[in-house]
Structures are given as C-alpha cells and as structure tokens.
T-cell receptor, first 113, second 111 residues
Framework: GQQLNQSPQSMFIQEGEDVSMNCTSS?????WLWYKQDPGEGPVLLIA?????ELTSNGRLTAQFGITRKDSFLNISASIPSDVGIYFC?????????????FGQGTILTVHP | DGGITQSPKYLFRKEGQNVTLSCEQN?????MYWYRQDPGQGLRLIYY???????QKGDIAEGYSVSREKKESFPLTVTSAQKNPTAFYLC??????????FGSGTRLTVV
C-alpha cells in the first residue's frame, strides 16, 4: 500500500529552538495532515492542508503542502516543554481530512528546559 | 460533550484467548477506524467502516475481527490467530468536514 516516510525519527532540542520535520511519499496525496500525540493518548489534529503549495500557520506551527503533492513539512518555532510528544504526518489521496488516511512513522520530539 | 471513548485503557490477555476492545462515539460520525500503533512504526490501519453493517479490511487485518451493528459502536476483537497482539490500539471516527477524532487508546499486553 501507500507509504509515507517521515523524518527525522527523533529530535532532542533545547527550549526556544525551532524544529523542522518533513514527510515524503512515492505517490500523490491530495490532503496532508499533521497530528500530535501526547504519551498514552490519541493523536490530535494540528494542521490540515488541502491545496498544493499551501502554507498554513497555527500559532507557532507552520506547515506546507509540497507543490508536487508528494511531500509536506511542519515547523515549530520557539519550542516549549509542552511541545514534547510524537508528531505524525498523514495523507489522504481523496483530498479530504476524513476517509482512509496513511500515516508516517512519527517524529519523537524531546524538549530540554 | 461529544467524543469517542475506548475501553478499557489497559488490557491483559493470556495467549490463546480472544479479547474485545470497545469503541463508542457520540459524534454521529459515519466512518470509524481501528489503528494499531507500535514503536517506530506509526499507525497501521486494521479495519474501517464507512457505514453501519459494512466494513473493510485495512493493511493488517489478519488475526482481527470487527462488527458495526450500530452507528456509534465499532468493537475490535483480537483473536488467538494474531501472533503478536501486544500493542497500543487506537479507534477513530470521521465525517465529512470534521476530520478524524481519535480515542485515547487501549494498551493490550499478552501475558
């Protein structure tokens, strides 16, 4: 089936630093989504991207939908301790935020105070 | 408040036993999903259902079964045929315009 390659697998940063992670695919997705998962909980949607080239911000988070529709990145600016968690990218070939999603392997973020 | 509830939070199973994980939603969402999460492997789709009384296999359906008799309920049975069932299981629901809502998960351990 379709696969998403997410990198890096883990990051260890100091509070206040900026973070960047990305996701690539061998096939086209028409929707890209970014989720955050806290330990022992289910993922929560951070940002949804529906149009190639789209750049969307949500507070300190910025995500972009690659122009080729085969990649996306997420940036977190001025990281804080509560940013700790696992970040997942997800794609939907159908162009919506519902329906069958394909998830990346996740990026584990650790923020040192 | 609307949401999706998974129970139990922790479940222990002896080898050879079947166990059923509960997932209930009161969001009136049509579609429901079961994902399995293992360290370093992200979320893998087990089964999904887009409407009552209908469901489809996902990428790793072997050793699992589901039913969708009611819109709000989508229980997952982990059968003895599943060779490596220890994992974190996530249920989700979605509907047009609402995206995915995830439950808080069930951690299953085989003892």
């Amino acid at each position: 089936g379709q696969q998403l390659n997410q990198s890096p697998q883990s990051m260890f940063i100091q509070e206040g630093e900026d973070v960047s992670m990305n996701c690539t695919s061998s096939s086209i997705f028409n929707t890209w989504l970014w989720y955050k998962q806290d330990p022992g909980e289910g993922p929560v949607l951070l940002i949804a991207l529906y149009k190639a080239g789209e750049l969307t911000s949500n507070g300190r988070l910025t995500a972009q939908f690659g122009i080729t529709r085969k990649d996306s990145f997420l940036n977190i600016s001025a990281s804080i301790p509560s940013d700790v968690g696992i970040y997942f990218c997800a794609g939907n070939a159908g162009g919506t935020s519902y329906g069958k999603l394909t998830f990346g392997q996740g990026t584990i973020l650790t923020v040192h105070p | 408040d609307g949401g999706i509830t998974q129970s139990p939070k922790y479940l222990f199973r002896k080898e050879g036993q079947n166990v059923t994980l509960s997932c209930e939603q009161n969001l009136n969402h049509d579609a429901m999903y079961w994902y399995r999460q293992d360290p370093g492997q992200g979320l893998r789709l087990i089964y999904y259902s887009q409407i009552v009384n209908d469901f489809q296999k996902g990428d790793i359906a072997e050793g699992y079964s589901v039913s969708r008799e009611k819109k709000e309920s989508f229980p997952l049975t982990v059968t003895s045929a599943q060779k490596n069932p220890t994992a974190f299981y996530l249920c989700a629901s979605s509907d047009r315009g609402h995206g995915y809502t995830f439950g808080s998960g069930t951690r299953l351990t085989v003892v």
